[in-house]
Structures are given as C-alpha cells and as structure tokens.
C-alpha cells in the first residue's frame, strides 16, 4: 500500500513539474493528447486487463462523449460541465444495456461484435450529418472554464486534462485494490471458481464496461472541449486498435503500465515525424512481438529481456 | 424503372456482393475449424487479391491471366508465412492473444500495402468488357457473371476437397477433434497451416474478382473482412452451404437497404445483422443449438 | 437438508447420470465413490450448478435450487473445490482467499473507487478474516506467495481455505486427496473433521478409499451413472454390489 502511494505521489510531481520543463506550447498540446489517451488506456485496461474482456471498439465510446458533448454545447448552447455529465451518464447508460448481450460472448465473438458496435457508431457519426455534421466534422464547440478562467490555451488544458488523469489513474488504482479489483482478477485466472466464490461475473463484467465507457466518454467530452472541434476520423476502427497497443505495450492489468504505452504511443508519431502514416506498421509489429514474447507488456518484458540475454553470473556449475 | 424492376436490380447486384462475401467467409470458417481462431487478417488477403493483380496489371504490364495467377500465388505465400511467423510460434494462445496477433498481422499487412503501392484507389478493367447485359429492365454486368462463375468454382472446389481427397479429410477431423487427430496420425500443424493456405488463396480470389466492381486500395480489406466474418456468423461458421447463404442473404440485404432505405447506412446494416445474430443466434441462423458439453 | 431427486443428465445421446436420489444430512461426512466413469464429477457440477440436469430436482431445505447459477448458490451457502485445483493464479494466497470473502463484503464500485471509510473498514476485516481461514487450513505463513507458485498439496489446502472463507453450510470436496502424499492425506482427513466439527457439512469425492473410510459417516456408491448403493463405510464395506462392481473394474 505503502509503495503505492509513493508511486502515486511520484505521478503527481511529474505532472505537476512538466509545465516548468516545457515552456513552449508545441509540447504542452502532446501532453495533453497523452493525457486524455492516458485516461483511454486505463479505461480500456479495466476491462481488458483486469477483466480478461477484449473491446475493439472503445474509440466509438470516446467518440459519442466528444460528440454528445460537443453538439449539447455548440448546437444547443448547454453548460460544458453539465454537457460532460449528460455524455458520461449517457455513454455508460449505453454500455451498461449493450454489455448484457454482448458481454455473453467471449474470446474472438466478443472481438468481432465489438468492433462491429464500434463502426456502427462511426458510420452514425459520419451519416447523421444534420447532428455531427458528416465527415468534415463538428466545429464550435466552447472552451471548458470555470468563472472567469476559461481553458483556452495549451498550458490551461495540460492543467485540466491531467487533473482529470491523475484522478482516473488515483480511482483505477484503489479499484484494482480492492474486492471489485480482486473479483475481476478472479474472474480473468478463472471464471468458474469466481463464480463458484459468488461473484456475479455477468453483472460485474457488465460494470466495468460501464465503467470503462463512462471512462472513455469524460476523455471524449474533454477532447471536444479542448480541440473545440470533433470529426468522426479521430474515432474510427485505428484507434480502437491504438489503445489496444498502448494497453497491451504497458501490460495488462497494469495501470501504470497503461499511462506508459499511452505516453509512448501518442510520443512516437510526434518524435518520429518521418513516418507520418506509417505508425500503423510500427503498432502492427508492436502488437504482434509484444504479444508473441512479452506477454507482462514492455515496462516487465524488457527487463526480463535483458536479464535473459545477461550472462547470469551467480549462477556457476557444481 | 418501376419498383419491381428496381427490387430485381437490387437483388442481381446483391446477389454478385454476396457472393464475394460467401467467399471471404468460407475462408474465416476454414481457419476456425482448423484452429478456432478468428482470422482478423483475413481481409488483407482480399486486399491483396486486389491490389497484386493492379501493381502486375499497371506496373508490369502483364497480362491479366498471369497477373491474376500471381496474386494468387503471392497472397497464397503470405497467408503461409503469417501462419509459420505469428501463430505457429505462439506459446500461450488464449483467444485474446490470438485477437491481438491476427488484429497485429493484419494491420501490419495493411501498412506494408499502403507503403508499397500508396493510399490510390485503383480500378482493374472488367474481365469481359463493361458492357452491361439486360434481364428485361435490369441490367447485368459481365463481371457479375464472372463473380457468379467463379465463386460457384470455389465452393465445388473445396465441397470436392473437403470430402474426397485425404488432405480435406483430414482437415475435417482435426477440426471435429484435434486431440483424436493427431492420435491417429494425422498431423496438426500441418493442417492448420493448409487452412491458412487454402483461405489465403480463397481470399485473394474474392480480392480479384470484386476489384472491377468497387474498385480496390490498400485499406478494402477492413470492411470486406468483416462482411465476410457476417456471412460466416450467419451461416453458423461452416465451411458450406451455410456460409454460402449467408453471404448472399447479407448481400442481398444490403443491397435493399442501400437501395430503399438509405446508402450511406449501407455499411451499418452488416454490422447491425452481425450484432443481432451473436446476441440472438450465436449458432447461426442454419443450425440448431446443440447442447454442449462443458 | 440438501435433496437430490431422480436426477439424470444427458450428453448428446450419452446418459451421464440415470435417475440418482439421495439426501445429505446436515453435518456429515458424506462421500461419494465409484470406479472411473461413474458419473461423480458430473454430478458434482450438477450440485454446484455448472450444469443443468435434464431431469430431477436438487432442494437445499426445501427450496428447490436445481436451476441456481454457482454465484446464487455460493449465497445460500454451498461451495465447492475443484479436481484440478482451480486458483486465481496471478493473485497472492491472501487475495484468493480474500475473494472467497466476496459474497461476505458489500462496497460497489464507486465505493471502492473513491476509498470511502466503509470500504477501509470492511477491507481490513477481510484481511484479518482471511488470515483466520489461512491460519485454520495451517498455511497463513504463505499469505504473500503467488498462488500459481504453490506446490500442489499447498494449493489443495487454499482451495479449501477459499471456500471455507465463505462460511458455507455445505463444503464439496472434488477428490481432495488426489495427488496427495499419505502424509498430507492423513493430514486433510484431520482437516475434513475439523470443518465438521465447525458446524458445516461435507460432501467429497474420492478414490482414495482409506481416506474415505476413515471419515465419511455416509457413503454414495455410483456406478455407470445409477446409485448403487448407500449406507455407513462399514454397509458399503460388506455390500456384495459394491465389491462386484470393484472387482469387475479392477
């Protein structure tokens, strides 16, 4: 518990100390982007990681909280803050319904209607062109802020975006510790004996994909309200399989690991501006090796690496 | 046109995509047999189909017999190495790791595509010209025969595979009961690879043929892959008829809903009949429910 | 207290189970044997209710529960282990047994999440009452090893310390002696009657016939899939069926 906290107190000094390294705006706008995707990956590692339930189309719920966000305050004229709180609620309101049907299936059926409910809602975003306004998107959309504080610049929406990271990454972290993390540990080594144990693995799976959408939708409605604009090409199919990656690079079930691959996915298009487009093959190659040889993600994979290549010398004959 | 023209219309043309989609989806129903796993990369394989038989067509000017053949063959060659490089070696295969592969190997073929030949969308000439054939108002395009032909061709080929040669034979075994297989010799590996092959070269073919029609890029293989995987979940993922329905019943549905409701949701009526079938109908909507054993 | 009656399970055309009825009275040692095939475990998974039957009642008190999910069952107060021990094997010893504290602790989500004082109040009684099972199946001192590295004996043991967590009416056992030294089996039979004495009733599947012998107050016999016979150890013992169908395995 005890390392937890030091852990956790060490996130906050980072992420209270980055504006003081980073003066100019360029960086600051890629923080905030890690932080929002920080806050994806930790939703989505709930459920897959912890879980053990696989969902190819959580950038759909990242979608409908940027758009239900975004049309309530652009179009409708509704408070910000209170267009969040309709888009969470009603994001995870959806989740919850849709979770009973599909959280029956598993394994690759569970992948496929996942994805399937994911480009359901990006085909929406893109057709309901009268409400999103189609494929060139919605613009317009106002600044979150409170009284007269209005977050408008980079600096301003690091400050907001992380406020609500760390908080995700605090809440995930006491969950993952508690008798709801260990039944969804549970049901992940062994389904059978958790519900002989009496834990109602069909409600609680159903949840946290609540949860995980309710989640992901504050991360969308914060993306709205930053970016000021939404379109539907941010939450397509790619992106679902992006914050499978991060998850997957940070190891599942690990909640720190999740703000690693978050940070490393959104830092590498940024650092490797060659590339532009060509990402996709790096998470392709990512996916596959990550998956194939380190199964506990990067942040445990490369140091088991290592001490595997290293000569162990304690270990002598006789 | 009067409405029972326009519905003939939209039955021919439904018809041709549903045999497209017959034909990707045997191809999800033989790796699952084989191995139980869902195959995501199975739309590359299509893609490939495609976008091959263009770079042999418009780059190397061969002809078009040839520059089919060697997609085939190309398409055919990659689906066995992803089985030998990524699948073969994994140690602990649970679903989700497979999920993660197959979506990695996928993406991965993707981005070598779209590296390769560039984002265009590419247009291969029909087989027999373009020259529409009349069926009283409705009209017939000679790929459309072509698509009919060749997926017929097939589905004969691989119902005479499965059930008179030994190889098919024994694939059938192994995907009824992989343990009792291999105790009578039959050897596994090599029939999970063969279900790679087969459904590689399967898709390619689909890939091929469909290109005339909708033209074809580097990034065809998402949605067709996934109206394949439609057809195979309707058709109770086997490696038959079943499939064969399903393909053509979702084809046919979504010409309807393209043509009378609206053709921007054309997409989503795929996905909505997918969702419906795995919540309702997870068997299929062919067989019935067969009581397992746990 | 738990009726089981005339139940039969079928498996495609194969009948599992023919038309089996017993009672299990309260707070005893109540076994289970017959040669391989016998249809013990499927009867088993019956009970704890991984499977439906075709056809036949089970009542617990009266209440008819032949259709309970195991997570409504483990509310009523039956529980089970499993042959091959089935562990959560990332988590530590402590969690596993904490997790058989589930049905014991209340705090949703949100609680849990936001670290609410109640919920740091029933996370420490869960620890300390899962120290107290640990401690009664004589394993606390591997509170902290990961569940999957436990040798087998010891995993046997925390499978019943997990159960044992949910403070059962009844326990079923699925061959706890199964891949046992002696000396861990005499040690498990001091164990099975001191879970007894706790008030609970056992219920166990077991080859090892010595063991069973030793602390069953009733005996089940199946074979191919019928009761063949019931009685104490020393009936079953003299029971000319019992030793024909014994004999005829061996």
Known sequence: MKRELVKYLLLVAAAVSMPYFFSDGYMMNVLVFVGINTMLAVALNLLLGFAGQISLGHAGFFGLGAYISGVLTATHQVNPWLAMLIAAIAVSFLAFLIGFPILKLKGHYLAMATLGLGIIIYIVFNEAVDITGGPSGLSGIPNLALGSLVFDNDVKNYCLVWTFTIVTILLAVNLAHSRIGRALRAIHDSEVAARVMGVNVRLLKVQIFALSAFISAVAGSLYAHVMTFAAPASFGFHFSVELVTMVIIGGLGSIYGSLFGATLLTLLPELLRTFQDYDIIIYGLILILVTMFMPGGLVQGIPSLLGALLPKKKEGRG | MNLSDQLIQFLLSGFATGSIYALIGLGFSIIYNATGIINFAQGEFVMLGGMVTVFFLTSLHIPLPAAILGAVAITTFVGLLFERLAIRPIRKATPINLVIITIGGSILIRGLAMLIWGKDTHAIPGFSGEEPIMIGNASLLPQHLWIFGMTTLAIIASKVFFNYTISGKAMRACAFNPRAASLIGIDVKRMVLFSFVISSAMGSVAGFIIAPLTMTSYDVGIMLGLKGFCAAIIGGMSSGLGTVLGGIILGVLESLGAGLISSGYKDAVAFIILLLILFIRPQGIFKRAESERV | ?250
């Open chain 3, 1 to 250: 207290m738990l009726a089981i009656q005339g139940i039969t399970q079928v498996f495609g055309g194969l009948t599992a189970l023919d038309d089996v009825t017993f009672t299990i009275n309260r707070n005893d040692i109540t076994g289970v044997i017959g040669p391989n095939g016998a249809g013990k475990t499927t009867l088993f998974n019956i009970i704890s209710g991984i499977y439906t039957p075709t056809t036949g009642t089970i009542s617990l008190d009266g209440r008819n529960i032949t259709k309970f999910p195991p997570e409504r069952l483990a509310a009523f107060g039956m529980v089970r282990t499993f042959q091959n021990i089935e562990l959560f094997g990332q988590m530590t010893v402590l969690e596993n047994v904490m997790v058989g504290l589930h049905t014991k602790s209340r705090c949703g989500i949100i609680s849990c999440a936001f670290k609410m004082p109640w919920h740091l109040h029933e996370e420490r009684r869960i620890r300390e009452t899962a120290h107290t099972w640990l401690r009664f199946c004589g394993i606390d001192e591997l509170a902290d090893t990961t569940a999957a590295n436990l040798p087998f004996g010891k995993g046997r043991l925390l499978e019943i310390a997990r159960a044992l967590a949910l403070e059962p009416q009844i326990i079923f056992m699925d061959e706890p002696a199964a891949g046992l030294n002696s000396r861990e089996t005499m040690g498990l039979a001091d164990l099975i009657r001191k879970i007894r004495d706790r008030g609970i009733t056992v219920v166990l599947v077991e080859h090892d016939m010595e063991l069973v012998m030793d602390v069953c107050d009733r005996i089940l016999v199946l074979n191919l899939g019928k009761k063949l016979a019931e009685g104490t150890p020393r009936e079953i013992q003299e029971n000319p069926a019992v030793i024909a169908a014994y004999l005829g395995e061996g």
